[in-house]
């Protein structure tokens, strides 16, 4: 069974890969627009903080996926993918579903911020380090060739150039930016999950065939994901806003950049493609789920805040 999944090449044409490439590229110019150098100093007064969300993202969670594949023994190529999406940066919806939580929004664009900027080392690095611990998936890198510092370009140009695009323009033309950056979001945004539900109807059979135990994975990586960062940040005793906001920054991946580099880097591979697209439908119903919960249960009103409240409206 491994061997077939392993096998599988998903139907994606150049043209519908260059589309992705490009998509992505305007999902991270809209976030950007939203940004501004505030934002960093903002980040900078809560240190602590800050380093505890960052630290779950990118070192907590891909060590987690790790242990978590030397349990339940995936086949290889779903390993890889799980691995893959661990190594990238947070999702900037991790931004509504904190603040619909109740939780620190201002912390959590600072962690979701900052780890996009980090991703551009710390992507290729995770995939290249932890897929080289397991003998299974470190031969699939080996039969791809795996690039890390090919794949650092690249990321870097497909996150990199956007940001400090959108950024330039935040500065040079704020008003501007304030006027075009929510429909240019919502519109970015849209045509994205266009594009995974595209590609799953694209390859409905494959993925009919594999979808079941897909679903299981990513439910239990993801629940990982979310409950690990929670502990965590209750384990180093940050104030519950502050835990809510690190439990979504480390559980809501950026599946967008992950699907890239699937087809950039990894031809497509069925099992990676598929885990990675099925989390970035999966990791919005978890989030909306989890979101609920605690919104029916607000933090206690003396937990201090890191960061300006006004930034919940982001």
Not at 65 to 84: D, E, K, N, W
Not at 232 to 248: C, G, Q
Not at 266 to 282: D, E, K, S, Y
């Amino acid at each position: 069974m491994g061997e077939t999944i392993d096998a599988v090449r998903l139907n994606f044409n150049p043209q519908a890969q260059l589309g992705l490439n490009l998509v992505l590229a305007l999902v991270m110019f809209g976030i950007a627009l939203d940004l501004k150098l505030q934002d960093f100093k903002a980040a900078l007064r809560t240190p602590r903080a800050l380093a505890i969300g960052l630290v779950s993202h990118h070192l907590l969670f891909p060590a987690s996926t790790f242990a978590l594949i030397q349990i339940v023994r995936p086949m290889p190529s779903i390993a890889l993918g799980m691995l893959l999406v661990s190594a990238c940066p947070a999702g900037h919806i991790s931004n509504f579903f904190t603040h619909r939580a109740g939780g620190n929004a201002a912390l959590s664009v600072s962690i979701s911020t900052l780890s996009t900027l980090g991703a551009i080392f710390m992507t290729p690095l995770n995939v290249a380090f932890w897929g080289s611990m397991d003998t299974q998936t470190a031969a699939l890198l080996r039969s791809f060739s795996l690039d890390p510092v090919q794949m650092l370009l690249d990321v870097a140009m497909l996150l990199g150039i956007p940001l400090a695009a959108g950024l330039a323009v935040s500065h040079r033309w704020p008003a501007l930016a304030h006027r075009v950056h929510r429909p240019m979001r919502t519109f970015s945004l849209v045509v994205f999950v266009a594009f995974v539900l595209g590609a799953l109807a694209m390859n409905w059979g494959t993925f009919m065939s594999w979808g079941r135990y897909v679903v299981v994975v990513v439910l239990v990586h993801n629940a990982l994901a979310l409950a690990g960062g929670y502990a965590f940040a209750r384990l180093v005793r940050l104030p519950e806003r502050d835990r809510r906001a690190v439990s979504f920054e480390t559980g809501i991946q950026n599946s967008g950049l992950g699907l890239v580099l699937v087809f950039n880097f990894f031809g497509g591979l069925g099992g990676m493609a598929i885990v990675t697209a099925w989390w970035g439908i999966w990791h919005i119903v978890a989030g909306l789920a989890l979101s609920t919960f605690w919104m029916r249960r607000p933090p206690p009103v003396d937990a201090p805040a890191a960061g300006n409240p006004a930034d919940a409206t982001r």
